[in-house]
């Protein structure tokens, strides 16, 4: 019987990602992902049924931790394991434990090598470990690679399907948003999923990226985030949460106007820690606000 399923295909994809991370390339071409709160549960590659949606994310997981302990190997600096459903995001995470500026990985791969597409890093200020030992907010930079169809190696856009974090302007789409609301970002020490609450534009003087802020200022933080929004999201994030922010440069704001490059403006996504075990949805309700892009990145 011949069925591919899209589990067994991001196993695969897994493997080669961790391949080609050794020779500090990226994959030419999306991942097809696993969806663990799918609608259907793939074929068990050991021929005895079916899996369930709980047993595709822990066929996930494992993965992800298979390579991310294998990329440990190459490059101490590495913590975790960072995949979005719909995307290419599906790389290691690593980070520098000394006062860089968040400097050191923002021209270097995985490996350390010198490469201008950089890798997905972690504030240096911030904790990892398991979800106790995380910081309030884990940061993680990567550069956003969209540019438009023959355009110059230096000539960037807000191209949805770029490399790196340019796939986080697919989250521009209003039903892309709706249909995968889950972050897996996971390190050696726990298995981890987030839920996104916020999508937004801001320049630099708001400090969203401050990993260990206070309570009266992590409460401020979270307001600030979910009042810039795109969507209102029907998700309940309070001072007692740990989230997950991921942060981008773009080259455009909310109403098209066109930025150049170095500029103070980014694109941010957060998402919530969920309880271990928590119930995943297939998709989220949300409501479009006055803040979304009058024009979604080009695809």
């Not at 997950?244 to 490059?261: E, F, G, I, Q, V």
């Amino acid at each position: 019987m011949k069925k591919t399923t899209r589990l067994l295909t991001l196993l695969l994809a897994l493997c080669m990602i961790l391949t080609l991370s050794a020779c500090g390339k990226d994959p030419a071409a999306p991942v097809d992902p696993v969806d663990p709160a799918g609608p259907t549960s793939p074929e068990d590659p050991n021929g005895e049924g079916e899996l369930t949606k709980e047993e595709q994310l822990k066929e996930l997981q494992k993965k992800m931790l298979e390579n991310t302990l294998a990329m440990q190997q190459k490059n101490k600096d590495t913590i975790g394991w960072l995949y979005i459903d719909g995307t290419t995001v599906n790389d290691v995470v690593v980070k520098v434990n000394y006062n860089d500026d968040n400097a050191y990985y923002l021209r270097r791969n995985a490996n350390g090598e010198n490469d201008n597409d950089g890798c997905y890093f972690a504030d240096w200020r911030c904790k990892s470990g398991g979800r106790e030992a995380l910081s309030k907010n884990t940061v993680i930079y990567g550069h956003n690679l969209g540019r438009a169809e023959n355009a110059l190696l230096t000539d960037y856009e807000n191209h949805a399907n770029g490399p790196k974090f340019a796939q986080l302007l697919k989250y521009q789409d209003p039903e892309f948003a709706r249909s995968h609301p889950y972050i897996y970002y996971s390190t050696i020490e726990e298995d981890m999923v987030w839920q996104v609450f916020a999508v937004f534009y801001t320049d630099i003087s708001f400090d969203y990226i401050n990993p260990a802020p206070t309570d009266a200022a992590y409460t401020s933080l979270l307001k600030k985030a979910q009042d810039l929004s795109f969507y209102d999201y029907d998700v309940e994030v309070t001072s007692n949460d740990k989230i997950l922010t991921l942060s981008t440069c773009t080259y455009r704001l909310a109403d098209n106007t066109k930025l150049h490059y170095p500029n103070n403006y980014r694109y941010v996504v957060m998402a919530k820690l969920l309880p271990a075990g928590a119930e995943l949805a297939d998709e989220v309700a949300l409501t479009v606000t006055k803040n979304a892009p009058k024009q979604p990145a080009a695809q």
